[in-house]
């Protein structure tokens, strides 16, 4: 292969993609953020698979249940890329005092504020923080695999909004929160991976954290449809917060940035989902005045003062905003739906390839990998390699979370291809 | 005197309190509820979807615009079952076992509302039981099956069973929709229609209850 890089690190190859040029051989993330993970039923099956040593995972992703992918997993796998998470996770409790807990008959470990109780119906309720004395802010219906978010939604006056009530979840981080952060940076920063960092405050209206599920007691506009329809019908209300929210975004890359330089590669920006299956939840015109000002903001100070890429996970039909996106300084985009209208992967690569990064984009996982045969999703994989890779710009990974029920023999045919298009 | 013009933009534009408040001017007035409905509320509801469908409205636009409508027919509801007027259809409406997303859901409710449907909305996390029940007690024309999550997809196959098991298939509707749902799936799993979009459901659902009428 002609212009290909030479590498020694995973690190070394993720740069050498994120700066496309061509690496070795096409980089690959499991398990680096919370939108590029595996449910943590099969990151047990795929140890198993592996013959690797037999262990409950932990859950690292409360929310999506998604799996910690260890070092063995990773050789196993190929991944060139290692998470550096923020201090709490999306319940609001601390990554800390594993203790084990049943998923649906699955032995797995959680973090010791992990605390649910069971619904009459049999559904299980999660609390924030882990207190159960506040209303609960999550729930799994039984039998199933994650959780999805209780709208707490307190009376609000339409005609007297204070937008301080819808940035109560983004504060200041305390010494404490750095020093978490400084020491995670490091530890992931000295080792031979790429390091994706996901220190949360720089969603913009991500509605998978609009109810706020860390907040006991969450004020503002929290319910799902009620923030939709705010995005048209109070667009002054969501200006106020997004850009005070930005202003201690960049407070707060500064403090970071400041405690651990250029120990991260990789920046987790914003999860805010723009597309849907066969057209957008707003207009390109919408998307310009309302997030490309705070995003370009937040872009600016990341690439005057820092290597960081940033990352910007958008599902669905998102290219109509990809020209959007790069004027804002977005680097890298995911999970690159392919099924989606408008996201034919040839054309995502000629037309963006030379300016875009894309990170996902592997196999489709609403029909492919989970309902697919082997050979199926072999054949996907290739084919996709084949359009993304050339030139660097391409990090494989699924289109979103390997969800549970995925056959492991499925999962196994991707590794198995990504292993025979780069021999 | 009522103004229907106003009316019908209210809808559009997604002005609840406008749209409200010339409803309730055109009850005191004793307009016909059911002219009021087929001649200004299913319009707009109709004009909604053809911005949607040109994608110039999207999902904001959609809830104000059902909002402002479900205002109106709160008001026109009780007038037309005293009058006896007869929906387009009846619906019974849900999203299946273990997917607790409602958006996609309610935006198909409320579109079909605003073509005339007689909808019942089950919420969300619907067992297959309750689908099943629900058919046998409201005897609609159609049911509606929501997912928006690839892992309950096959909960759309396993309701679709519960009614054969039931003996109830023959005797309604199937439509299929949401984000992990293709067209090829919907045929696999035995529906009888599917729409990508709560514009299309109404289409579709038209072409059930009426295909002689169906846009």
């Known amino acids: 292969m002609a212009n290909v890089s030479a590498v020694n690190t995973s690190r070394q190859r993720v740069l050498e993609s994120l700066h496309h040029r061509q690496p070795d051989r096409v980089p690959i993330d499991f398990g680096g953020s919370a939108t590029t993970g595996i449910h943590v039923s099969c990151v047990a099956k795929l140890r198993d698979h ?45 990554n800390e005092n594993w203790k084990p807990w049943s998923l649906n008959g699955l032995e797995v470990l959680v973090p010791g504020n992990f605390n649910v109780t069971v619904a009459e119906n049999g559904d299980t ?51 404490a929160d750095l020093d978490d952060i400084a020491a995670k940076a490091r530890a992931a920063g000295t080792g031979e991976y790429a390091t994706f960092a996901s220190f949360g405050g720089t969603a913009l209206g991500d509605i998978a954290l609009v109810p706020a599920i860390s907040l006991k007691d969450p004020r503002g506009i929290r319910d799902v449809a009620e923030w939709y329809v705010s995005t048209r019908s109070r667009r002054n209300y969501i200006h106020q917060v997004f850009s005070r929210q930005v202003e201690i975004a960049i407070e ?55 290597s960081w890429k940033v990352f910007k ?20 985009v995911n999970p690159v739906q392919c099924s989606a209208t408008g996201m034919d992967p040839e054309y995502l690569k000629s037309k963006y390839g030379e300016r875009l990064v894309f990170w996902g984009g592997g196999v489709d996982t609403q029909q492919v990998l989970p309902f697919g045969t082997p050979q199926e999703v072999r054949e996907q994989v290739l084919r996709r390699c084949r359009v993304f890779s050339p030139g660097g710009g391409f990090v494989f990974n699924t289109i979103h979370n390997i969800q549970a029920g995925t056959p492991v023999e499925n999962i196994v045919a991707m590794v198995d291809a990504l292993r025979s298009f780069s021999a | 005197m009522a103004n229907l013009k106003k009316l019908y933009d ?79 259809g009846k619906v019974v409406i849900g999203t299946v076992k273990g997917d607790l997303h409602d958006i996609g859901k309610n935006l198909v409710a409320s579109m079909l509302e605003g073509g005339g449907f007689e909808v019942t909305d089950l919420g969300a996390d619907v067992s297959p039981d309750k689908f099943v029940s629900s058919v046998r007690e409201l ?77």
């Open chain 2, 10 to 88: 209210a809808v559009l534009n997604g002005d609840a309190k406008t749209a409200v408040a010339v409803t309730q001017e055109a009850i005191a007035e004793k307009l016909d509820p059911a002219v009021l409905i087929s001649d200004t509320m299913i319009p707009a509801m109709a004009e909604v979807g053809r911005l949607y469908e040109c994608e110039e409205y999207f999902v904001p636009e959609l809830l104000l615009a059902a909002r402002a409508m479900k205002g109106s027919l709160t008001l026109l509801r009780p007038l037309l079952a005293a009058s006896g007027t007869k929906p387009t």
């Open chain 2, 139 to 215: 005897k609609p024309d159609l049911l509606c099956l929501s997912a928006l999550l690839t892992v309950t997809a096959p909960s759309m196959r396993t309701t679709i069973e519960a009614l054969k098991q039931a003996g109830l298939r023959e005797s309604v509707k199937v439509m299929v929709g949401g984000a992990p749902v293709t067209p090829e799936f919907a045929r696999e799993i035995g529906a009888d229609g599917y729409s990508e979009n709560a514009s299309q459901a109404v289409v579709t659902a038209r072409q059930f209850c009426h295909p002689d009428k169906a846009a």
């Open chain 1, 313 to 332: 996970h958008s599902c669905g039909s998102s290219e109509r905003f990809y020209e959007s996106f790069i004027e804002a300084g977005i680097d890298i």
């Open chain 1, 50 to 94: 592996f013959g690797l040593v037999k262990h409950p995972v932990k859950v690292i992703e409360p929310f999506q249940m998604l799996g910690e992918v260890e070092d063995d997993l990773k050789l196993a796998l190929g991944v060139d890329v290692t998470p550096v998470l923020g201090p709490r996770t999306m319940f609001g409790f601390a």
């Open chain 1, 125 to 175: 309720l999660i609390y924030p923080e882990g207190d159960l004395t506040a209303l609960p802010s999550g729930r799994m219906p039984k039998g199933f695999h994650f959780f999805d978010a209780i709208i707490r939604q307190n009376h609000f006056d339409p005609d007297h909004l204070d937008s301080s009530d819808n940035l109560q979840e983004f504060e200041l981080l305390s010494q």
């Open chain 1, 252 to 306: 707060n890359l500064q403090r970071i940035y400041q405690r651990i330089g250029n120990s991260i590669d990789v920046l987790f920006l914003c999860g805010t989902d723009f597309g849907t299956q066969t057209s957008s939840f707003c207009s390109v015109p919408t998307f310009r005045e309302l997030w490309l000002p705070y995003y370009k903001q937040m872009c600016d100070w990341i690439h005057s003062h820092t």
